[in-house]
């Protein structure tokens, strides 16, 4: 950064630069004490000041702007501020969008933000609701994508084959199932968890938690009643695959349940697999 702003005088790659260092700030973390100052001197004394800019930003929602000044809760120096809706103000909000003739999923999921700073600004839009576990579908619209399938194990004079579940398999008890999640990320991360739920009809047969290498990954795999968690302290950028084997113990007609991913470092990098139910005869 010093280089492009001293030599090559090109502020806008300075810009770049430091927002780059930013991002990838945001989900990982700088190791030592010198790597930290290094990084602020870059920031803070290199290019247009940040600092020095806090004009309101303007944001569209729902048909209303909002500035993030005039926001009650809005914390002084940052402009962080949290803005909730509940259950009642959406279905009015939807209720007056059907009126006046709009498409009112498309009126709430659509959000603008008009920033007139040099510096940018950082925000999300969660949107919480209640769904039956196996009626989940996949969400691919993040940095993160989960893949999750499961497998039946039989028995062949070459060996074990592996043959995939639907939800029109039946399975019984005593079959071996083995558990496949493959992970796509597009950058890398630091302190990421990992939890894959199971049906209550499963049992693990890595009983025991400890530290695993798999496919050039290492992590911490901890298996708990209702779900096997793995602690992940760097993800690197690629696809990821995660393998165990599950033993089926009961009958009846099961949830799955679903397989969710998140960054501890950016919590809003997170993501989760599809629902399915898994039936035993």
């Known amino acids: 950064i010093e280089v492009f702003e001293e030599v090559a005088k090109d502020a806008a790659s300075v810009d770049e630069m430091r927002l780059w260092l930013l991002k990838n700030k945001q989900t990982n973390h700088w190791e030592t004490t010198k790597a930290t100052a290094s990084a602020i001197y870059a920031l803070l004394l290199?290019?247009?000041?940040?600092?020095?800019?806090?004009?309101?930003?303007?944001?569209?929602?729902?048909?209303?702007?909002?500035?993030?000044?005039?926001?009650?809760?809005?914390?002084?120096?940052?402009?962080?501020?949290?803005?909730?809706?509940?259950?009642?103000?959406?279905?009015?909000?939807?209720?007056?969008?059907?009126?006046?003739?709009?498409?009112?999923?498309?009126?709430?999921?659509?959000?603008?933000?008009?920033?007139?700073?040099?510096?940018?600004?950082?925000?999300?839009?969660?949107?919480?609701?209640?769904?039956?576990?196996?009626?989940?579908?996949?969400?691919?619209?993040?940095?993160?994508?989960?893949?999750?399938?499961?497998?039946?194990?039989?028995?062949?004079?070459?060996?074990?084959?592996?043959?995939?579940?639907?939800?029109?398999?039946t399975l019984e008890p005593g079959d071996k199932v083995k558990v496949r999640i493959e992970l796509r990320v597009d950058r890398p991360m630091e302190y990421v968890h990992l939890k894959d739920m199971r049906a209550s009809g499963f049992e693990p047969l890595n009983v025991l938690s400890g530290y695993r290498w798999q496919g050039g990954l290492g992590y911490y795999e901890s298996t708990r009643d209702l779900a096997t968690n793995f602690f992940i302290g760097y993800l690197p950028t690629g696809t990821h695959v995660f393998e165990y084997p599950l033993r089926v113990v009961h009958k009846g007609d099961f949830s799955n349940g679903i397989t969710t991913i998140q960054c501890m470092y950016a919590p809003e990098y997170s993501s989760h697999s599809e629902g399915i139910r898994v039936q035993v005869k």
Do not use: C
């Open 46 to 169: 290199r290019g247009v000041n940040w600092l020095a800019e806090d004009q309101p930003v303007m944001i569209t929602w729902a048909g209303e702007e909002m500035r993030s000044t005039e926001m009650p809760d809005a914390e002084p120096g940052t402009g962080y501020f949290k803005y909730n809706l509940d259950a009642a103000a959406l279905e009015a909000t939807q209720q007056e969008a059907q009126q006046s003739g709009q498409d009112a999923l498309s009126t709430l999921a659509n959000i603008k933000v008009d920033n007139p700073n040099q510096h940018a600004a950082w925000g999300a839009l969660y949107w919480q609701y209640f769904e039956d576990l196996d009626q989940i579908k996949t969400f691919e619209e993040t940095p993160l994508t989960l893949k999750k399938q499961l497998f039946k194990e039989v028995p062949s004079p070459t060996g074990p084959q592996l043959r995939p579940l639907s939800e029109q398999s």
